[in-house]
């Protein structure tokens, strides 16, 4: 078996730091770089994806809603099909440009907070997240939240993904994500963390809140970044890993 770990990292806003960047680049295997509009700055970009490219961590961009008040994490309703495409267009592009300058490539896109959580629901807006990465660079890889409809929508464009499982979020019964105004949203012992992923990439199931099995086929697992207990989580799991012979890499 192989599995890629990944972070969201690079979320840092000019003189305030946030996350555990340095430490989590010598877990995981691919970084998700935040891209101005959620958080993350052109330095700090830039910053991340050097470090990336000296630990051989690959890069990819995540966007999000402009909402840096919120951290992306507020929804917001009713944006036109062809906004939403060139803003996620814009925020690749940038992250593109900066590690062109540094001689590395983009590799793939994950969508980060709560547009990727509306479109873990919405076909139609899941159907246009992912044709913006396709109508970018159809060999871009997109992260897709397991067993959803941006699973769905990358199957049905014949778009290149990898399904995604997350360690230290609780399960709604249908596969989305709990929302994180509910109090048990967030799961922070490394433990039971490392316990869930591995018996999700053994038997396929993750278990929701209520403990029913959300049937999931996952190529990474991603740790937030800015999880106070982010780094323990990230390394119990690769020694967890590690130890039952599951080969950590990043995904083709």
Same mark, same amino acid.
């Given at each position: 078996?192989r599995?890629d770990?990944n972070a969201?990292l690079?979320?840092?806003?000019?003189?305030?730091?946030?996350?555990?960047?340095?430490a989590?680049?010598?877990?995981?295997t691919?970084?998700?770089?935040?891209?101005?509009f959620?958080?993350?700055?052109?330095?700090?970009?830039? +910053?991340?994806v050097?470090?990336?490219?000296?630990? $051989?961590?690959?890069?990819?961009?995540?966007?999000g =809603? !402009? *909402?840096?008040?919120?951290?992306?994490?507020?929804?917001?309703?009713?944006?036109?099909?062809?906004?939403?495409?060139a803003?996620?267009?814009?925020?690749?592009?940038?992250?593109?440009?900066?590690a062109?300058?540094?001689?590395?490539?983009?590799?793939h896109v994950?969508?980060?907070?709560?547009?990727?959580?509306?479109?873990s629901?919405?076909r139609?807006?899941?159907?246009?997240?992912?044709?913006?990465?396709?109508?970018l660079?159809?060999?871009?890889?997109v992260?897709v939240?397991?067993? +959803?409809q941006?699973?769905?929508?990358a199957?049905? $464009?014949?778009?290149?993904?990898?399904?995604?499982? =997350? !360690? *230290?979020?609780?399960?709604?019964?249908?596969?989305?994500?709990?929302?994180?105004?509910?109090?048990?949203?967030?799961?922070?012992?490394?433990?039971?963390?490392?316990?869930?992923?591995?018996?999700?990439?053994?038997?396929?199931?993750?278990?929701?809140?209520?403990?029913?099995?959300?049937?999931?086929?996952?190529q990474?697992?991603c740790?937030?970044?800015?999880?106070?207990?982010?780094?323990?989580i990230?390394s119990?799991i690769?020694n967890?890993?590690?130890?039952?012979?599951v080969?950590?890499?990043?995904?083709?």
């Amino acid at each position: 078996m192989r599995i890629d770990l990944n972070a969201d990292l690079g979320e840092s806003f000019g003189p305030w730091i946030m996350g555990h960047d340095e430490a989590l680049l010598s877990i995981v295997t691919s970084a998700n770089i935040a891209c101005g509009f959620h958080a993350g700055d052109p330095h700090h970009m830039r +910053t991340t994806v050097q470090a990336c490219k000296d630990r $051989q961590v690959g890069i990819g961009a995540h966007p999000g =809603f !402009a *909402d840096l008040t919120g951290f992306g994490r507020r929804e917001i309703l009713d944006i036109p099909s062809d906004q939403l495409r060139a803003m996620i267009i814009y925020q690749i592009g940038a992250l593109q440009a900066i590690a062109q300058a540094e001689e590395i490539s983009v590799r793939h896109v994950k969508m980060h907070g709560a547009l990727a959580n509306m479109a873990s629901r919405d076909r139609h807006l899941a159907d246009n997240v992912i044709q913006a990465v396709q109508e970018l660079n159809t060999s871009l890889t997109v992260v897709v939240i397991a067993s +959803t409809q941006l699973e769905e929508a990358a199957r049905s $464009q014949g778009a290149k993904y990898v399904s995604e499982i =997350f !360690a *230290d979020r609780a399960y709604n019964d249908d596969g989305t994500l709990v929302s994180r105004r509910e109090p048990d949203a967030l799961i922070v012992d490394p433990k039971t963390c490392a316990d869930n992923i591995l018996r999700a990439i053994e038997t396929g199931h993750l278990r929701s809140r209520h403990g029913v099995p959300v049937r999931v086929s996952a190529q990474t697992v991603c740790v937030h970044g800015d999880t106070p207990e982010a780094v323990s989580i990230a390394s119990e799991i690769r020694n967890r890993l590690d130890r039952a012979g599951v080969t950590i890499a990043t995904f083709d």
